[in-house]
């Protein structure tokens, strides 16, 4: 009956998208607003989306074929990496950052937390590449599925010639980002009344509308901005954030703000993953030190929240969990797909 | 009898449209010989020789004008020369017929729209190693080799120039008087490029930058027509 609801409630963006059955590949939930992606570009293909799942599940674009996106984007957490405060890549090595969640990537304007990716599709170019990571590159990668049956003949179905190209293969991965789409947590059901919130939840999303809600902005809970937000910066790590990619001074130590959407399930926290909680992430909201000389203006003046108010944000927050998203098997190890062949080797 | 010359009329734009080839050729030189990769050259008689093992760049928004006006203007003007293949430094034009033009103009690298545009393919295929992967962008000019007097491992640099953000966008446009012919030659002459660059200091160039700026600067003294 509830998904009845949602379906009749979807936007009529129907008309960019193409179908294969009779859900949609991707559409816009209700009062959401336009996707940044272009998608006259690449049009969604079921075909295509399924490459994009094999190609984000198969440790094949890594240079000794042992990690794949997945190893570091786990569906059941919202593809974050739970429990790793800085990710792990190839031979173990670790990296700089911790892997941040990935959901409504359709709506995002740059990409990782100094924004230093354009567009989504060249996303995975720097996973691909980077040497603490898959340490492959996307030639050798193309040469490798060149010479794969599985993706010859799915490359075959979606294009009706079997050449794989680097943008081909960037492009399906990109479809398969776009359809992580989380858009039915117990907040979308309140704001399209189906649900209510208890009281506390009330209260909390009430104080989070008037803290926070400026830069974690609905529904996307993301301005898409960068901000600092007054973090110490790690003396180890020394990460300057955007202003490695823009040297302009006061971009020093600002971070893309991350959405909230499934933050029950996205720990740890932060660029470096330093929390562990939500309560300490509200505990550094409201102990922000005022001496970081690029400090967003609207953390200038402190944040003030009593201990039941702290409670009574995090009961908001957990009304963010979308376990529609979580649990779908369509963002899942394609274990059909890969039945044949292995993970896609 | 209106009728007929309304169709004579009609028909002009149609037999303009026939095309007609015009062939371009980039020729990579040093002092006016041939540059041959992995092999010594002297960028001036007084100079150590220097080896080049990498020559890749973008030439792009090709266009023909005639006194001034732009007469032709190639779509999808996007050319990836790689002088390890020799096949990639001369391609056709698809021009009308009788086209007229005395000056050529075109770019060296990847416009700031295509650098944002996403995956794309052909010649801005991202498997061609012409592409950052650490940040966006297009590599518009690569050219790596070894100096005696270079600090660095083997003595190699290595210079990667592109951006597209402002103010750091060297994307650099070359106007040259051509003769109207169907075969178009363009000599670059590398030890203009190189000339007064000081290897003891400046080895590499990788990423967007003031420095990469500079360096493009040099890009619109190496062409021209003449041998």
């Known amino acids: 009956m509830r998904k009845g609801i949602i379906y009749i409630a979807l936007f009529s963006f129907f008309a960019l ?6 859900e949609p590949l991707f559409h816009v939930p209700s009062g959401w607003p336009k996707p940044s992606y272009d998608f006259s570009k690449n049009t969604l293909s079921q075909d295509k989306i399924n490459i994009g799942r094999a190609l984000f599940y198969s ?14 984007h786990l569906s059941f957490t919202g593809f974050a990496h739970t429990d790793h405060d800085l990710s792990h890549g190839i ?8 892997a941040p969640a990935l959901m409504n990537l359709a709506w995002g304007k740059t990409f990782m937390w100094d924004g230093r990716i354009n567009h989504l599709d060249m996303q995975a170019l720097a996973p691909i590449s980077d040497s603490n990571e898959m340490n492959e590159n996307i030639a050798h990668v193309v040469e490798k599925l060149n010479q794969s049956n599985l993706f010859k003949n799915l490359f075959y179905s979606a294009y009706r010639d079997s050449l794989i190209t680097g943008e081909r293969t960037l492009k399906c991965i990109t479809q398969f980002m776009l359809t992580l789409v989380s858009a039915n947590s117990k907040y979308d059901q309140v704001m399209r009344h189906e649900d209510t919130f208890s009281s506390q939840e009330k209260n909390g999303y009430l104080l989070f509308q008037k803290n926070c809600a400026s830069c974690h902005t609905e529904p996307l809970f993301t301005n898409n901005q960068f901000a600092n937000n007054g973090l110490q910066q790690d003396t180890v790590l020394l990460d300057n954030g955007r202003y490695a990619i823009t040297h302009i001074a006061s971009d020093s130590l600002t971070f893309k703000v991350p959405t909230l959407r499934n933050i029950e399930f996205t720990y740890p926290y932060m660029h470096d993953g330093r929390f562990k909680k939500l309560s300490q992430v509200l505990n550094h909201y409201t102990s922000i030190p005022q001496h970081a000389s690029t400090l967003d203006s609207q953390l200038q003046k402190p944040i003030q929240l009593s201990a039941n108010d702290k409670v009574d944000v995090i009961s908001f927050l957990l009304t963010l969990t979308d376990k529609e998203f979580l649990y779908h098997p369509k963002f899942q190890y394609p274990k059909k797909l890969f039945s044949q062949s292995p993970n896609g080797l | 009898m209106r009728f007929i010359l309304c169709f004579l009329i009609g028909c002009m734009p149609l037999c303009s449209v026939a095309q007609n080839d015009i062939s371009i050729s980039f020729h990579h030189q040093i ?109 518009n000019f690569k050219l790596e080799g070894i100096h005696p007097k270079c600090p660095s491992r083997k003595n190699e640099f290595q210079f990667h120039i592109g951006g597209y953000q402002m103010p750091y966008y060297p994307l650099q446009e070359i106007k040259l008087s051509i003769p109207n012919k169907k075969q178009i030659d363009i000599y670059l002459q590398l030890e203009k490029l190189m000339a007064n660059l000081d290897f003891k200091t400046q080895k590499s160039i990788m990423i967007p930058g003031k420095e990469a700026m500079d360096f493009s600067k040099r890009f619109t003294q190496m062409f021209s027509t003449a041998q």
């Open chain 2, 31 to 139: 002092h006016h010989q041939k540059l041959i990769l992995n092999e010594r050259s002297r960028i001036s008689p007084q100079s150590d020789s220097v080896i080049i093992t990498t020559l890749k760049y973008y030439i792009s928004s090709i266009q023909l004008l005639w006194q001034g006006k732009t007469v032709f203007r190639e779509s999808n003007s996007h050319h990836l020369l790689n002088i390890e293949e020799s096949k990639s430094c001369t391609f056709p034009l698809h021009t009308p017929k009788n086209i007229h033009f005395d000056q050529m103009e075109f770019c060296v690298g990847i416009d700031s729209i295509s650098n944002v545009s996403g995956a794309l393919g052909g010649d801005l295929d991202p498997t061609l190693g012409m592409y950052w992967t650490w940040q966006s962008g297009y590599i």
């Open chain 1, 17 to 22: 998208v193409s179908f294969t059955s009779t």
């Open chain 1, 59 to 72: 440790p094949i674009l890594s240079k000794d074929n042992t990690i794949s996106c997945a190893s570091c």
């Open chain 1, 91 to 98: 031979d173990g090595k670790i990296g700089k950052r911790n």
